[in-house]
């Protein structure tokens, strides 16, 4: 399934994310893509807003992963693995745990562990056109 979303600007993205959300129903997993400054966590932040998170929502760069509290007490996971530099880093915060948890993981640079993507997830791409507008494909 494939949906394409359009964001002028960031006032645009709370509605956006609450779209994304209702599209990606079930798929706990949410791999998203993008360059460099492109808005992956500005996307991140307004969909934990939509979860109910009130802590605030940082990239997880050095961390590797974040952990908030949506509205009803579940855990929500944040990871960033634009620095790692090898999957055992990954092994290493014991990834399978956060996976397989049944609650949102949110991935930013997800390119750098492809092979550990669990074969059932959501993956959002982020665009920035000639106008600065962020077109997000989505897909699972």
């Known amino acids: 399934m ?20 209702e599209f990606i129903k079930e798929q706990n997993i949410v791999a998203i893509e993008g360059k460099m400054g492109a808005g992956k966590t500005t996307l991140i932040k307004s969909i934990c807003k939509e979860l109910g998170v ?6 997880p760069t050095f961390s590797l992963v974040n952990e908030y509290t949506d509205a009803e007490g579940g ?37 750098m562990i492809t092979e550990l993507l669990p074969e059932n997830h959501t993956r959002i791409k982020i665009e920035v056109d000639e106008n600065e507008e962020r077109i997000l494909i989505c897909k699972y």
């Open 54 to 59: 009130h802590e605030t929502v940082s990239s």
């Open 75 to 111: 855990s929500v996971f944040h990871f960033d693995f634009y620095r790692i530099k090898k999957l055992e880093e990954v092994y290493d915060i014991g990834y399978e745990e956060y996976f397989y948890s049944g609650h949102f993981c949110f991935i930013e640079w997800p390119e």
């Open 2 to 21: 494939r949906k394409q979303f359009v964001a002028s600007n960031l006032s645009e993205l709370d509605a956006v994310a609450k779209e994304i959300l």
